[in-house]
């Protein structure tokens, strides 16, 4: 069973008189552990996409489960196992790195000291232990995306969202982001979603899909491995 599974979904927006289509027909399946990068210029769709993979909008047609749950009924417990990479970092969330990465665990109840612990052990596993202390302003982009994969990931999720990973990023960091991306997501079994603006920022995928005029292009369900018969020796066959 996929972890995350769209079946046709469509989604309109009204503008006035008229009618614009960021969804149309949209089919995807994405597995444990699994990165997929959705592509698209602007306007695509990629943005409207996220939101209802996260559940902040809802579809206008078709389904989408989480956990083999309908994503509309989902309990907050199952909720929470969705975790959006988000870039911003408000001073009333955190002071510094550590602070800002432990603020999901306050959010359910975990004690301040073991909330710190894990926000440590995180800022660890993204190769950012030496920003625990520093404040948001000092960070170059690159370490913004690694400090806000840290409070992504601190709690554990089953999926994970990324709007554009590498936006603004030195080119030459790119890749060892993206890398770093894949790697967690294939240790933890973290399924993961990422969109990209161009195909520069699609290394590290194992899928690659693009979204044109709200239509999703590419393979859309994981591969299936192919069954091999196996045939028994003649010697076997004969006795």
């Known amino acids: 069973m996929s972890v995350l599974a769209l079946e046709s979904v469509s989604k309109r927006y009204r503008r006035g008189h008229r009618e614009l289509i960021a969804l149309r ?15 698209g210029g602007r306007g695509a769709g990629r943005t409207t996409l996220l939101r209802i993979v996260a559940g ?8 989408v489960r989480f956990a083999g749950v309908e994503l509309r009924d989902a309990s907050d417990a199952l909720r929470r196992q969705i975790a959006f990479c988000n870039l911003r970092f408000l001073p009333a969330h955190g002071r510094d790195a550590c602070e800002h990465v432990a603020m999901p665990l306050h959010a359910i109840k975990v004690s301040h000291d073991q909330a710190g612990l894990l ?3 995180a800022l660890e596993r993204v190769g950012a232990a030496d920003l625990a202390f520093t404040s948001p302003h000092e960070w170059i982009p ?3 995306v690694r400090v806000a994969l840290a409070r992504a990931i601190v709690r554990e999720p089953r999926l994970l969202i990324f709007d554009e990973p590498t936006n603004g990023v030195d080119p030459l960091e ?15 079994g973290i399924a993961t979603l990422l969109t990209a603006g161009d195909t520069a920022s699609v290394t590290g995928a194992d899928r690659v899909l693009r979204l044109s005029g709200g239509e999703l ?8 491995a192919e069954v091999v018969e196996l045939r028994r020796p003649a010697s076997e066959s004969s006795q």
């Open 174 to 188: 790119r890749d060892p982001l993206l890398s770093l991306i894949q790697g967690i997501a294939h240790e933890s």
């Open 217 to 224: 292009l590419g393979r859309t369900a994981p591969a299936v």
């Open 119 to 121: 926000a440590h052990r």
């Open 142 to 144: 690159s370490e913004v």
């Open 56 to 63: 902040t909008e809802r579809p206008d047609e078709g389904r």
């Open 25 to 39: 027909d949209v089919s995807l399946e994405i597995e444990n552990g699994e990165v997929v990068c959705v592509s």
